[in-house]
């Protein structure tokens, strides 16, 4: 086999792709300065340049896990010494919560313990989303126990627990593990959760099944303490379905399905996307990855991130920066040539999305089952609710579940004649494969309920949005050919991808015109990943001086979708539409 230059297309700056009509690809990313030491292991040493590198380098961070069995949950909250706590601690996913009663005002003016409760956040990890009715219970119980009844499925295909006590974690570790499932490195600067296709091995449509890739890379690699030590946090996904499930362009790497054309099914490779506050999308390198090399080249990629990738500063320690001062070509070569020891063929792109990658909905799978799609609202539901959930999946006689990426939940397995019987009973937890196409696309974030780093409240507040959405656009949304994703974050760094939605919302203390400071939100409009209606991904665009109260939300989402409806041309989907109207019609 031999290596060509691949071809990969340039990063389209904002403004050139929104005189073009079309929502732009990515956002420039400064080169750090020729010379300037930038904590790179391969080129400068390990001398730790930041304090979040100084304690790292003290201890690994897996380490934590004996301190906090044999320590910190017989004497307490109080024994625990900062760089575990802020720390260490995340190596296992646990983070202290937001003290109840700070203003989103102070959220920046206050040190980390100032703003901490002495309860923690648990992310229980669940790669490629997958569940058994077993493990699913547990995480009720486990909630409706020890966590308040608290429950949030993320858009990383975890399950989020929150008040929960230290001197409780070694009872909940122990618990999840019998199950099979564990927290490790569910969050710091590790290889954090894989997504994966939520209707892995099932789909009657799928590419290739990436089960076995998932777990091998589980396997190997997942707590290995040679890749725990990360510049920062390291994103994966994975997928072989042709309706690009897992938001590939968002992460650090993504193995994306597709047929070789001589070598058969297998990936295309895409590395260097996230969002946060200096967005940008992933790009291909054009290489193409057979099924047996996949989790070989995904432990390439990790470890040019962990010798070469920036630790001078956190803002500029993710993979986009090194994608962005060595482009796809160099970054290639070095995975070959340094870490594979081999060249991988040029392959083809993906094919554009068959459909909608929520799956939200009942399918056929490939055995002559259902799988179907339910939509919660905001991804929350309380752990009573999922233990319910279990037995009703049992009833209908399915053991499995899967979670996507999206805040919504997959039945799998469901035998035909007992599809109505699924759906009566989901609809009584809150639960519909039928949701309207304001449910359907609305995510949002934690917000300033549980989280230190939001200034804003985010899940009542697009709970309360979706429903005021639904009654007032009962006229508009029979009009509408596809959803108009609303994405709520509590703060800049875009846990709920607010760059990449039809109206995305960054929390903020807005200023009214009466002068009063409130809780609001500055708008990104007509962002997309790739779908049915959107040709190319790209970024949302701002309208200067466009902020919302979280009040008058809804006030303004109506009118922004009454204008789409009334002025947009045939076919046109919300994106191209807002890149391509004047600031007035946005307002």
Not at 40 to 54: F, I, S, T
Not at 92 to 109: C, F, K, M, N, V
Not at 425 to 450: D, H, K, M, Q, Y
Request: hydrophobic share 40%; charged share 25%.
């Amino acid at each position: 086999m031999t290596t060509s230059t691949p071809t990969v297309p340039p990063v389209v700056p904002p403004s050139a792709a929104a005189r073009a009509g079309s929502p732009p690809t990515g956002a420039r990313v400064r080169p750090s300065r020729p010379g300037q030491p930038q904590g790179q292991w391969a080129v400068d040493g390990r001398e730790p340049l930041n304090a979040n590198e100084v304690f790292k380098a003290a201890d690994n961070g897996l380490n934590v896990h004996e301190r906090i069995e044999t320590i910190y949950a017989h004497e307490g909250f109080d024994s625990i010494p900062t760089d575990d706590l802020h720390g260490r601690f995340r190596w296992w996913g646990l983070y202290t919560q937001r003290r109840p009663g700070i203003d989103g005002g102070r959220t920046a003016q206050l040190e980390p313990h100032e703003l901490e409760d002495r309860y923690f956040m648990l992310r229980v990890r669940i790669d490629g989303g997958a569940l058994s009715t077993a493990q699913l219970r547990v995480i009720g119980e486990l909630s409706t126990e020890l966590a308040r009844d608290t429950a949030d499925i993320t858009d990383r295909q975890n399950i989020q627990l929150h008040w929960v006590r230290v001197e409780d974690v070694p009872q909940i570790w122990a618990r999840l593990e019998a199950v099979g499932l564990s927290t490790t490195e569910a969050c710091g600067d590790t290889p954090r959760v894989i997504l994966g296709s939520p209707v892995a091995g099932v789909a009657a449509d799928e590419i290739i099944d990436p089960t076995p890739v998932i777990d091998e890379i589980v396997t190997r690699f997942v707590g290995d303490p040679e890749l725990a030590n990360l510049p920062r946090k390291f994103k994966s996904a994975i997928t072989g379905h042709p309706s690009l499930d897992v938001v590939h362009e968002i992460n650090d790497i993504s193995l994306v399905g597709v047929v070789h054309p001589e070598l058969g099914p297998g990936y295309d490779l895409w590395v260097g996307g996230a969002l946060s506050t200096a967005p940008r999308l992933a790009e291909r390198l054009g290489a193409f990855v057979p099924a047996d090399q996949a989790a070989e080249v995904w432990h390439g990629v990790v470890r040019i991130f962990r010798d070469h990738g920036y630790r001078r500063l956190r803002t500029k320690a993710r993979l986009k920066f090194l994608l962005a001062e060595w482009g796809p070509e160099k970054f290639r070569q070095v995975l070959e040539t340094d870490y594979l020891g081999h060249p991988l063929p040029d392959g083809p792109a993906p094919a554009a999305p068959s459909g909608p990658g929520d799956h939200v909905g009942v399918h056929p799978q490939k055995d002559g089952l259902r799988y179907v799609g339910l939509a919660p609202t905001v991804g929350r539901l309380p752990g009573s609710a999922l233990q319910r959930l279990a037995d009703l999946v049992e009833a209908v006689g399915s053991g499995r579940v899967r979670l996507t990426p999206h805040q919504k939940l997959i039945v799998l397995d469901v035998p035909p004649d007992r599809v109505d019987e699924l759906l009566e009973g989901a609809a009584r937890l809150g639960l519909t494969a039928t949701p309207s196409v304001f449910r359907r696309s609305t995510i949002a974030c934690t917000g300033i309920e549980f989280c230190k780093l939001a200034i804003v409240e985010t899940k009542a507040t697009a709970a309360t949005a979706v429903a005021e959405l639904e009654r007032r656009l009962a006229d508009v949304e029979p009009l509408l050919d596809s959803p108009i994703s609303l994405h709520v974050n509590g703060c800049p760094n875009s846990c709920a991808r607010i760059q990449t939605a039809d109206i995305g919302l960054k929390g903020q203390i807005i200023t009214t015109g009466a002068g009063v400071q409130t809780p609001g939100f500055q708008v990104h409009l007509g962002g997309g990943l790739a779908s049915v209606d959107l040709e190319e991904p790209g970024l949302g665009r701002t309208v200067r001086g466009l902020k919302v109260s979280a009040e008058e939300l809804p006030d303004y989402v109506e009118r922004v979708v009454r204008r789409y409806a009334a002025t947009r041309t045939p076919g046109e989907t919300f994106a191209r539409w807002a890149h391509r109207v004047d600031d007035e019609e946005l307002r």
